[in-house]
């Protein structure tokens, strides 16, 4: 041994990098890379101590398959040197093992990288997890199958970072092919699923003792691509989140992300809002003594929270929602209780706030958390609660509350990057790593069994099926011994494992953690991997594939269970917020769960159950992709850069199996190809060779180009075996093959493009000489066209001007010869005028004396005309005096009258009067003395055959009406309506109308208040107002009354509290002046403002048609009174509706007086007590002064009309408490359809009245 020597140095069963520090006396001193020293006799060295460093070991490699030293220590020193230089990526093959670096890395990740590693195979530059996302998505193309990525290693090995980094490759490689591939803009899809990591670490990942950011659930990233290569969509399935975190957590650690985000990013007005703080005031927060971490910034966090759910189109509604209930978790965990005869609510303020943002009532909250609720043979029975059994009430709450946002969060996701798998998928799984903590739980459990199935799927890939392949292929080879988890997994997974025990003490109601760890003892006591402790305490151990971890029983069934209370869960289902009733609606009853009674089929999963069910359908997708391997591997335990614990990291290479994988990677043949592909897909590099007919033969003639030794390759029966070395060497000579006769093809098809362009320029060059030809000569004959036109121009002008100045000398000469002739013409005026100025003086003088004459003639005249006027004046005078002197005698005249004769005359005036309605009263009493209102159904059913035959008047009446109707509108009232047929009316008892006025009191003893009425602006007169009315029949001068008992009317025979509508055939003629009327039928509104003045009072008052009236209306209405249980007779509100004038103003005018409506109403209501109608009515008025059915009610001197039939006047939509059988409802406020019909007091299920849930009689109510 020579000083300076790199050697290795066996010590503790570990092979150190050493080197020799001195040598002398017969002592060696050795320095290890990791800084200790070791001393020893150098006759005590022995070649199994120490062995000389081979080169391959001395320098880092980048493949560790190409080490010559191989042992554990090879590969942790390979991994060592790489580490210092910043190099944390290391090939096993086609496995990556990355190692996490604590820090940040310039440049390692940027673009230029990412382009760098996607223009070249894995192994010919850096190792890379670029490099592992490159060839999985060059393999879609090369296997033709879907790809998936496992990624594996304890928590804190930087499991999460490597899928986030992978996404980003293949995003970008997605919308690099998307660009090439269509010039398309991208879709979008691959910024969605980067935003989507953001969200689902706030809301599932913490801090742990041995991860900043830990990943407290599994996640399977599904990417779909297309065919052109870019990512159409994904789906994300998550695993078992640990829900006991949001209420507890462990020293040193902290609750999920999205808490400190929240109070560190929040805005202030929604801070105070939620009534929100700091961390350290909310019990969930602060029980781990850890509320903020240096290396992570919360509030930073929650920007991209927001904005993360911005891009995955969360609504601003949703956000809040989200934000809402929260802030409600955090508030629900400050709910403290005291004991007061069971577990009471010590401050309310915390529990109102929770309630608040939650939608709960404070006191259903407070009687749910701290009282169970149980139905015993129908009967509920109230438990009080201790303090403890309050306080897992709360936290149940909480985390269900988590739980189901998270899946909403998740399911939300999914909602935006879904599409149609119409191509191959790409798989990446980031699941919890291997964890043994102090105490290790339920969670712990499922965390290390699900990563004892994925250690057995890298087995089975990477030792188990690779050998069974080589043997059943015929290959030369020795089989490589590796740590078969099978057993372990027997433990757990097989019948009476692990898992059947507890999923079958969960379904007992009796059962205990401890008869459950009894259970566990007695039946694998003697299991290998089982380890049964020493003491009775409430522990179990396992011996996993990565080391012994024990297991803390207590809570493992209640766990497991998974139950939450009926009443908790009712009262979040009545949550007045739509987003926690959303959650919660369809979430599992408890009445549902299982017990031994219930057969396998009914009863409810267990939480294990359910993720052992998940995780083979994780491996069957798994298994049916070919896999690529990440291995993550830990530095140290403090997450301090820079540091590397040689300890911690051969803990991890020993149990991932990482020595095994080096030497099955050099050994094995990890690339194996049927013949048939082999050939198909290398044949390029066979053209200049003479190839045998087998082949078998084919393949093994390239094979031996490149490698003649054989150490490479084997064949098989049916497959070619390769190792990665030479596949990438095929696979570069496979490529330059490619590229030359990609450039023949490129040339002959640029050639033949060349061609073709060339011919095409050819044919436009002709068609360019063709055209300059034409346009060149066309341009020749234009110029000399233009120098023609020029010639003949000048030419034109020469002759225009010489014509010119001969016309211009032509001209001269006949202007100085008019100028002559005009010269004589003005000297001969000249002379005219001065004789004419003599003659008009003369004329003047002669003019002059005519008019001095006629002045004095007219003067005299005028003289004579004042003296005539003079003498009219007197006359006039004269004549007024004597008229006056008339008017005085006049007046003395009408004085000598005496005060007795006016006396006289307004006496008989009066008289006159007085006899006049006298005769009217005493009419109109014989004609109610006449009728006979116990024969009142005989004469409705007289009158209703009288309709029916058509002979209800006499053939002389009859004939006069039909002269006088031009038009008869078919108003046909014999046959009812729909509608009609079924009128329930109320009906009321007698005792209803005890409390109406007598007639007598209203102090009126003459025949008016017998409904007789004389209008003193109208000579109208109602002599039916209390009795059916009969219309009057227009005549020549007066009017008929027909008798009710004469057979000429009849009306149809009406049931006992049913009105009855009949009128006579004819009735409906109208006079031929009227307005015409519309069908009834016709569906028209009363909404104009002129009508809700006029018919409301029409409504509210009957009048009568004019009994001197030479025509009678034709808005004749008539309706029979009903009649109750014991005779007693009751109106109908149909009464007669007298004709309305002609003239719309005397419509207004007439429905606008008050007086005249407080006068019907006081005549119609003075002889009856008060009565209830109601029945269908026509009705007419407003601006289209058409007709309209309406459904009328009489009530209490009040009328009203409707568009349809009322079944009851007071009814609707009530809150009714009570009822039921459980005292949740009994507590809880209904929704129910009350109806009051006369004292009977009715409610349903809803408005269609089917369902009566109850009735009551209000008179007896108390």
């Given amino acids: 041994l020579l000083q300076g020597s790199r050697v290795w140095l066996r010590e503790n069963n570990q092979h150190y990098p050493s080197t020799v520090h001195s040598c002398a006396e017969g002592v060696v001193v050795f320095r290890t890379d990791y800084g200790q020293v070791f001393t020893y006799k150098q006759s005590t060295i022995t070649h199994q101590k120490v062995t000389p460093m081979h080169q391959t070991s001395t320098e880092s490699v980048e493949d560790m398959a190409a080490l010559v030293d191989l042992h554990e220590g090879s590969i942790m020193h390979n991994l060592f040197q790489r580490y210092q230089q910043d190099k944390i990526y290391t090939y096993i093959g086609s496995i990556v093992a990355s190692v996490n670096p604590y820090k940040s890395i310039p440049g390692l990740y940027d673009c230029t990288a990412m382009e760098r590693y ?63 591939s269509s010039r398309e803009k991208t879709s979008c899809v691959e910024q969605a699923i980067l935003e989507s990591s953001p969200i689902m670490e706030a809301f599932g990942n913490a801090k742990t003792v041995y991860n900043n950011n830990s990943s407290r659930f599994g996640k399977f990233i599904q990417l779909n691509i297309c065919h052109k290569g870019n990512i159409q969509g994904g789906r994300i399935i998550d695993y078992l989140l640990e829900k006991n975190r949001v209420v507890r957590q462990n020293p040193g650690e902290r609750n999920y992300h999205i808490f400190y985000a929240l109070l560190a990013g929040i805005e202030e007005r929604e801070k105070d809002a939620f009534y929100l703080s700091v961390p350290e005031n909310y019990h969930y927060l602060n029980q781990s003594g850890c509320t903020a971490d240096k290396t992570i910034s919360d509030k930073d966090s929650f920007k991209e929270v927001i904005t993360a759910m911005e891009v995955m189109q969360f609504s601003k509604e949703e956000v809040q929602e989200v934000l809402r209930l929260l802030a409600g978790i955090l508030h629900l965990g400050n709910v403290e209780f005291i004991t007061a005869g069971g577990a009471q609510v010590s401050f309310k303020t915390a529990l109102g706030r929770s309630a608040e ?5 404070s006191t259903q909250l407070t009687e749910a958390l701290t009282q169970r609720s149980m139905i015993l043979r129908g009967e509920e029975i109230l438990t009080p609660l201790s303090i403890q059994q309050a306080i897992d009430s709360r936290d149940s709450m909480a985390m269900a509350l988590y739980s189901q946002c998270f899946a909403w969060v ?39 069994y699900a990563n004892e199935k994925l250690q057995e799927y890298f087995n089975k890939h990477i030792f188990s099926l690779e050998q069974l392949e080589y043997s059943r292929e015929g290959l030369i080879w020795e089989d490589i011994d590796w740590t078969d988890n099978g057993e372990c997994l027997d433990l757990i997974e097989k019948k009476l494992g692990l898992l059947a025990l507890i999923n079958e003490e969960s379904h ?75 959650l919660f609606e369809h979430v599992s009853s408890r009445n549902n769960q299982d017990t031994l009674k219930c057969g396998s089929k009914h009863r409810k999963p267990t939480v294990s159950l359910q993720f052992k069910e998940s995780l083979h ?43 095994e994988t080096v030497r099955i990677r050099r050994a094995g043949f990890p690339v194996r190809r049927p013949f048939q592909d082999f050939y198909k897909r290398y044949k390029v590099l066979m053209r200049n060779l003479t190839l045998p007919e087998d082949l078998n033969e084919k393949c093994a003639v390239l094979l031996r180009l490149y490698d003649n030794t054989s ?26 093959e490619v590229t030359k006769a990609a450039m023949v093809i490129r040339a002959h098809i640029l050639g033949y493009a060349a061609r073709k362009r060339y011919r095409k320029v050819l044919y436009y060059v002709v068609v360019i000489q063709k055209n300059y030809r034409a346009f060149s000569g066309r341009k020749k004959f234009l110029c000399l066209k233009k120098a023609a036109i020029v010639l003949q121009k000048q030419r034109r002008g020469q002759l225009a001007r010489r014509f010119y100045r001969e016309r211009l000398e032509e001209k001269r000469r006949q202007e100085e010869e008019r100028r002559k002739e005009e010269e004589e013409r003005e000297r001969q ?47 006039i005078l004269r ?353 129910r359809w009350f109806v009051l019909r006369q004292s009977r007091l009715m409610y349903f299920e809803n408005d269609s009245e089917e369902k009566l849930k109850g009735a009551m009689d209000v008179r007896t109510a108390k």
């Avoid at 890379?128 to 090995?157: M, P, T």
């Avoid at 004396?849 to 003498?871: F, G, H, N």
Wanted: hydrophobic content about 30%; charged content about 30%; aromatic content about 10%.
């Fill in 118 to 180: 996607s223009k070249h195979h894995m192994g010919e530059i850096a190792p890379h997890i670029f490099a592992v996302a490159n060839e999985c998505y060059r393999c879609l193309w090369k296997r033709h199958d879907n790809q998936c990525i496992l990624i594996s290693g304890e928590s804190g090995a930087g499991k999460t970072e490597s899928t986030k980094l992978i996404l980003k490759f293949l995003s970008a490689m997605s919308q690099h092919s998307l660009e090439l």
């Fill in 357 to 361: 943002l939650l939608g709960l009532d």
């Fill in 410 to 448: 998740i399911k939300k996701i999914n909602s935006r990057i879904r599409s149609k798998e119409d191509f191959k998928s790409i798989g990446i799984l980031d699941i919890f790593g291997f964890e043994n903590f102090e105490v290790n739980r339920f969670e712990q459990f499922n965390i290390n």
């Fill in 508 to 582: 007992f109601p009796q059962a205990t953690d401890s008869t459950l760890l009894a259970k566990l003892n007695a039946q694998h006591a003697n299991n290998p991997f089982y380890v049964k402790p020493r003491v009775a305490v409430h522990n179990f151990g396992v011996k996993h594939y990565a080391g012994e971890v024990q297991y803390d029983v207590r809570g493992i069934l209640e766990k497991n269970r998974d139950t939450f209370r009926d009443d908790l869960l009712n009262l979040l289902r009545e949550s007045s917020l739509d987003f926690i009733y959303d």
């Fill in 617 to 659: 359908s994780l491996m069957a997708t798994l298994s049916s992709s070919n896999p690529f391997f990440v291995r993550c591997i830990k530095p140290n335990v403090k997450k301090m850069p820079d540091q590397f614990d040689q300890t911690v990291v051969l803990n991890q290479l020993r149990y991932s199996g990482m020595l």
């Fill in 711 to 736: 150490t490479e390759w084997q064949l098989g029966k049916n497959k070619v075996f390769l190792r990665e070395s030479l596949e990438h060497k095929l696979e570069k000579q496979r490529e330059v």
């Fill in 829 to 875: 005026r000249q002379e005219a005028e001065r004789l004419a100025q003599q003659a008009e003086e003369e004329r003047k003088k002669q003019e002059l004396a005519a008019i001095q004459k006629a002045q004095k003639e007219a003067e005299l005249k005028q003289e004579v005309e004042k003296q005539k006027e003079s003498r009219q004046v007197e006359e």
């Fill in 879 to 1231: 004549l007024e005096k004597e008229i006056e002197d008339l008017q005085r005698v006049k007046k003395q005249q009408e004085l000598s009258l005496t005060e007795a004769s006016l006396q006289r005359l307004q006496q008989l005036r009066d008289e006159e009067l007085r006899r006049l309605e006298d005769e009217a009263c005493r009419a109109a009493q014989e004609f109610l003395e006449s009728l006979n209102f116990d024969e009142i159904d005989e004469c409705v059913r007289n009158i209703e055959r009288s309709l029916t035959v058509g002979s209800g008047y006499p053939a002389e009446l009859t004939e006069q009406i039909g002269n006088a109707c031009s038009e008869k509108p078919n108003f046909n009232f014999s046959q009812p309506y729909p509608e009609e047929e079924v009128d329930e009316g109320f009906e009321a008892d007698d005792d209803a109308f005890k409390d109406s006025p007598n007639p007598s009191e209203h102090g009126q003893s003459d025949q008016r208040t017998s409904g007789i009425r004389t209008s003193d602006d109208s000579s109208e007169e109602d002599p039916y107002m209390n009795d059916t009315v009969v219309p009057t029949i227009p005549a020549a001068s007066d009017t008929m009354l027909i008798p009710p008992a004469h057979d000429t009317v009849s009306l149809h025979n009406s049931s006992s509290g049913e009105s009855t509508y009949c009128m006579p055939e004819n009735v409906s003629c109208r006079p031929p002046n009227s307005v015409e009327l519309i069908s009834p039928d016709g569906d028209y509104d009363y909404d104009q403002d002129d009508y809700e003045d006029g018919a409301i009072t029409s409504g509210s008052s009957v009048t009568f048609s004019n009994s001197h009236s030479s025509q009678w209306s034709p808005d004749y209405r008539c309706s029979v009174g009903t009649y109750n249980s014991s005779g007693a007779y009751r109106f109908s509100s149909e009464g007669a509706q007298s004709s309305f004038e002609d003239s719309e103003e005397d419509f207004d005018s007439r429905f606008d007086t008050d007086d005249e409506l407080s006068y019907r109403r006081d005549s119609v209501y003075s002889c009856v007590s008060l009565p209830y109608f109601h029945s269908f009515l026509y009705m007419k008025g407003g601006l289209i002064n058409t007709w309209k059915r309406r459904w009328c009610v009489l009530k209490d001197e009040t009328f009203l009309w409707f568009r349809s039939k009322q079944e009851a006047l007071k009814q609707g939509w009530l809150h009714k408490k009570g009822g039921g059988s459980s005292t949740l409802s009994r507590r809880n406020w209904k929704k």
